[in-house]
């Protein structure tokens, strides 16, 4: 990669990173002030939407630290001058015009193809 490329995805990673982390904390809260305890007030239904909630709130940020994980492991390639970042399913180098276009992703063109192929055809079974 270019030290161009290289400055370039280090900061958008940088970014994304701070961004979750803030997320990740306001999830937290959110998660604290909704439940459990608000949970036992209130007819059933309002019980199962304040669990729906919940388990949205929790599931989110759980996606969210996973992604966090990833962007702190791309970044710490980064810091170790890797001169490649490789791919989490085969290893092979990604494409340095993929992470131009999408620094944080995990996967090379040709693995995220064919596992885009997959859910694809997966969810229209």
């Known amino acids: ?9 280090k900061d958008t ?10 997320e990740i904390a306001d999830l937290a809260t959110s ?7 608000v949970i036992s007030v209130g ?3 309002d019980q199962a939407s304040q669990v729906e909630i919940h388990e949205y709130l929790i ?5 969210s630290e996973e992604e966090l994980i990833r962007i702190e492991a791309r970044l710490s390639e980064i810091a170790s001058e890797v001169d490649e ?6 290893g092979k180098p990604i494409e340095p015009d993929r992470l131009g276009i999408l620094p944080g992703t995990p996967l090379d ?4 193809h064919r596992l885009g192929a997959n ?7």
């Not at 859910?119 to 229209?124: E, L, T």
């Open 59 to 63: 599931n989110r940020k759980r996606v």
């Open 43 to 45: 007819g059933f239904a």
């Open 1 to 9: 990669m270019t030290a161009q490329l290289v400055k370039q995805v």
């Open 13 to 22: 990673l940088t970014e994304k990173r701070a961004m979750l982390i803030a």
């Open 85 to 90: 970042i490789h791919c989490v399913v085969c």
């Open 109 to 112: 063109s040709a693995c995220a």
């Open 119 to 125: 859910n694809h055809n997966h969810n229209h079974r």
């Open 31 to 37: 998660i604290d002030e909704c439940c459990p305890d």
